[in-house]
């Protein structure tokens, strides 16, 4: 048994891709409290209602996996006096993967007809079960990547 935990970052397309681009990921707006929860080797997926925020399209989709690699939460400087807390992550080789047809196989999502009231909060821990549902539908290898 490991405890391993699986988490889901909501952030819009254009920021996933900063952090992709970066090899970090980054919460609520640079809030450091989020990020303290993750450990080394849990799994991370970024959801993204739209493609940049605030004023983006509606995306809908799955944009990026990653593992977490550990160390310390750390402040990143994004210029004009912002600061946001970041942690170091290995993103996997992954398709972007619409929700609409995972909605009902994730336990996460109580009420299947309100789904995206699940995701108010920015970020949330999810089942296993769950995140493995997401990373197979993303293209990865759950067994492979995160030896469960």
Not at 26 to 41: D, R, V, Y
Not at 50 to 62: I, N, R, V
Not at 64 to 89: S, T
């Amino acid at each position: 048994m490991t405890d391993r935990q699986y988490w889901i970052g909501v952030v819009s397309r254009q920021h996933v891709q900063v952090g992709v681009n970066g090899g970090f990921v980054q919460l609520n707006h640079g809030k450091k409290a989020p990020l303290q929860k993750l450990k080394a080797g849990d799994g991370f997926v970024y959801y993204s209602p739209k493609t940049s925020y605030p004023d983006g399209e509606p995306l809908q989709m799955f944009t990026a996996i990653a593992i977490v690699k550990g160390g310390e939460v750390y402040q990143g400087d994004m210029g004009a006096d912002f600061h946001p807390f970041r942690l170091d992550v290995t993103y996997l080789p992954a398709r972007e993967t619409p929700i609409q047809p995972l909605i009902d196989k994730l336990s996460f999502i109580k009420d299947k007809t309100h789904w995206g009231a699940a995701f108010r909060f920015g970020n949330l821990k999810v089942p296993a079960q769950d995140f493995k549902i997401i990373a197979q539908a993303m293209g990865c290898d759950f067994e492979q990547e995160f030896g469960e």
